[in-house]
């Protein structure tokens, strides 16, 4: 049977090659007699894939030793909470930019753990869109400026992340972590739920600067602190080591195709061809402003609800699934991650233009 192009916000798609690599090597990894799900954590098997995907995904974001990189579980959603408790500090405050739907559920968070502070707050902005540099009022004394990069639902994305001094940038980079190039140095903390851009659910994929990991009061849960996983290289409980082992070969194909300078410009590519078949139509309707259109999730109306539910099922009948928009905010959504082939996108754009032919 034929592959789909699945346009899903994720899980999404992963590489062909990886998900033929990750067969061949299932019921029997590299001659061990056993699968790597059965594989011990501290074998020499599971070992060598561990340090395999946190080498590449240092080499693919040009980490310095100031940073380590930890698997960790829970996906996201539960950093919302962990970055605030590792880092805010006893009666501590942070900034906070509430753009949309993940960052108003890490700000739901976080102020159960501390004082927020909200930097900006254009979650409700039509059309959607990020901050501009001057709406930011930015607190010197913050603990750190935690930002969504990508939000998913509004079809969002940061362009230029914002200068904050000495004050550490924390990121939700869930939907566009090692999409594109970008500076790391003003970054404190990085986290990111592998299952659309480095893997598949099931492995959070956390970036921080070591002395940050220090910040943890010690009355903390073991597991719940940073400091454990630096120190036991993520380690201290048993990781999740199939997760882990997909994302070890996803950043090697990542790696192999250039690193992320080399599928950057493809992502923009794919963005730009689906914005230019919704500008060039009267048909179609853009949800976020032009300046903050994500490259990764391209969001879009038609102008009726029932016309945009033939236009998903139509779609779906020809191997494009996953379209439909959140269920929040409903229209149309085409997710187009790092692995998603720039034929997919070449089909969508044709079954616009047919689609626009028969109903407009």
């Given at each position: 049977?034929?592959?789909?192009?699945?346009?899903?916000?994720?899980?999404?798609?992963?590489?062909?090659?990886?998900?033929?690599?990750a067969?061949?090597q299932?019921?029997?990894?590299?001659?061990?007699?056993?699968?790597?799900?059965?594989?011990?954590?501290r074998?020499?098997?599971?070992?060598?894939?561990?340090?395999?995907?946190r080498?590449n995904?240092?080499?693919?974001?040009?980490?310095?030793?100031?940073?380590?990189?930890?698997?960790?579980?829970?996906?996201?959603?539960t950093?919302?909470?962990l970055?605030p408790?590792?880092?805010?500090?006893?009666?501590?405050?942070?900034?906070?930019?509430?753009?949309?739907?993940?960052?108003?559920?890490?700000?739901?968070?976080?102020r159960?753990?501390?004082?927020?502070?909200?930097?900006?707050?254009?979650?409700?902005a039509?059309?959607?869109?990020?901050?501009?540099?001057?709406?930011?009022?930015?607190?010197?004394?913050?603990?750190?400026?935690?930002l969504?990069?990508?939000?998913?639902?509004?079809?969002?994305?940061?362009?230029t992340?914002?200068?904050?001094?000495?004050?550490?940038?924390?990121?939700?980079?869930s939907?566009?972590?090692?999409?594109?190039?970008?500076?790391?140095?003003?970054f404190?903390?990085?986290?990111?739920?592998?299952?659309?851009?480095?893997?598949?659910?099931?492995?959070?994929?956390?970036?921080?600067?070591?002395?940050?990991?220090?910040?943890?009061?010690?009355?903390?849960p073991?597991?719940?602190?940073?400091?454990?996983?630096?120190e036991?290289?993520?380690?201290?409980?048993?990781?999740?080591?199939?997760?882990?082992?997909?994302?070890?070969?996803?950043t090697?194909?990542?790696?192999?195709?250039?690193?992320?300078?080399?599928?950057?410009q493809q992502?923009?590519?794919?963005?730009?061809?689906?914005y230019?078949?919704?500008?060039?139509?009267?048909f179609?309707r853009?949800?976020?402003?032009?300046?903050?259109?994500?490259?990764?999730?391209?969001?879009?109306?038609?102008?009726?609800?029932?016309?945009?539910?033939?236009?998903?099922e139509?779609?779906?009948?020809?191997g494009?699934?996953?379209l439909?928009?959140?269920?929040?905010?409903?229209?149309?959504?085409?997710?187009i991650?790092?692995?998603?082939?720039?034929?997919g996108?070449?089909?969508?754009?044709?079954?616009m233009?047919?689609?626009?032919?028969?109903?407009?």
């Amino acid at each position: 049977m034929a592959r789909v192009y699945n346009f899903s916000p994720g899980p999404a798609t992963l590489p062909e090659e990886v998900l033929k690599e990750a067969q061949t090597q299932l019921a029997d990894y590299k001659g061990s007699g056993m699968s790597i799900l059965e594989s011990s954590h501290r074998g020499k098997e599971y070992s060598a894939v561990h340090e395999e995907a946190r080498s590449n995904i240092a080499e693919l974001l040009n980490l310095t030793e100031d940073y380590a990189v930890l698997f960790m579980s829970g996906g996201a959603s539960t950093q919302f909470a962990l970055a605030p408790m590792n880092l805010m500090g006893e009666g501590g405050r942070a900034d906070y930019v509430d753009s949309g739907s993940w960052s108003t559920k890490a700000i739901k968070e976080a102020r159960k753990i501390g004082e927020v502070h909200l930097a900006a707050d254009v979650k409700d902005a039509s059309p959607a869109r990020m901050p501009k540099p001057e709406e930011l009022t930015l607190d010197p004394g913050a603990a750190y400026l935690h930002l969504t990069s990508n939000e998913t639902i509004a079809g969002t994305q940061w362009k230029t992340f914002p200068d904050t001094g000495e004050v550490p940038i924390v990121a939700d980079m869930s939907s566009d972590i090692c999409s594109r190039t970008f500076d790391v140095n003003p970054f404190g903390l990085i986290y990111a739920g592998a299952q659309k851009n480095l893997g598949p659910a099931g492995v959070t994929i956390v970036v921080i600067r070591r002395d940050l990991a220090e910040r943890a009061a010690g009355h903390l849960p073991t597991l719940f602190q940073y400091r454990t996983f630096v120190e036991k290289d993520s380690l201290a409980n048993t990781p999740p080591v199939f997760p882990i082992y997909i994302v070890s070969l996803v950043t090697r194909w990542l790696l192999d195709k250039g690193g992320i300078a080399g599928i950057e410009q493809q992502n923009r590519d794919k963005a730009a061809k689906l914005y230019a078949a919704i500008d060039g139509s009267d048909f179609y309707r853009g949800t976020a402003a032009a300046d903050s259109r994500s490259d990764m999730n391209v969001t879009f109306r038609l102008a009726e609800e029932e016309l945009e539910k033939t236009f998903i099922e139509e779609a779906a009948r020809q191997g494009m699934k996953g379209l439909k928009g959140h269920r929040s905010v409903g229209g149309v959504r085409a997710s187009i991650y790092n692995a998603f082939p720039v034929e997919g996108v070449d089909a969508l754009v044709d079954f616009m233009k047919e689609f626009e032919k028969k109903n407009g």
